[in-house]
Nanobody, 125 residues
Framework: VQLQASGGGSVQPGGSLRLSCAAS????????MAWFRQAPGKEREFVAV????????IYEDSVKGRFTISRDTAKNTVYLQMNSLRPDDTAVYYC???????????????????WGQGTLVTVSS
C-alpha cells in the first residue's frame, strides 16, 4: 500500500486548501482512510477519517464545520477540503490508512499501518 499526499501550501487566515491522498497497491473496501496533522513542537493529532465503503465520516472537534473529508473510489483518492483556515491549523498533514481500525479507535495514530509522506500547510497573514 502506498499513500501519496499533496496539496499543501501557504494561505491567509480565512482561506481554503484541498489536500489529496492518492492510494495504491490494493483495493480498499472496508478500510478507513484518515488525516492527521502535526504542528511544530506538538504531537501528531487526529483530524478526520472516512470509511471507504459507505463514506461514514468522523471529525476532530476543532475542524467540524470547516473541514470536509471525502473520497473518490474511482480515483482511489481521499480529499480533505479545508475552509476558514486559522493560524492554528498550520501543520504537516499526513494521510493514513487501516484495514481494521474500529470506530472507537479512529483517533489513535497507532491503529494505522500505512502513512503518506506529509504535506505542509501554513496559515499566516
Amino acid at each position: 500500500v502506498q499513500l501519496q499526499a499533496s496539496g499543501g501550501g501557504s494561505v491567509q487566515p480565512g482561506g481554503s486548501l484541498r489536500l489529496s491522498c492518492a492510494a495504491s497497491g490494493r483495493t480498499f473496501v472496508n478500510w478507513r482512510m484518515a488525516w492527521f496533522r502535526q504542528a511544530p513542537g506538538k504531537e501528531r493529532e487526529f483530524v478526520a477519517v472516512i470509511k471507504w465503503s459507505g463514506g461514514n465520516t468522523i471529525y476532530e472537534d476543532s475542524v467540524k464545520g470547516r473541514f470536509t473529508i471525502s473520497r473518490d473510489t474511482a480515483k482511489n483518492t481521499v480529499y480533505l477540503q479545508m475552509n476558514s483556515l486559522r493560524p492554528d491549523d498550520t501543520a504537516v498533514y499526513y494521510c493514513a490508512a487501516s484495514p481494521s481500525v474500529i470506530q472507537s479507535n479512529v483517533a489513535n495514530q497507532n491503529a494505522y499501518a500505512y502513512w503518506g509522506q506529509g504535506t505542509l500547510v501554513t496559515v499566516s497573514s
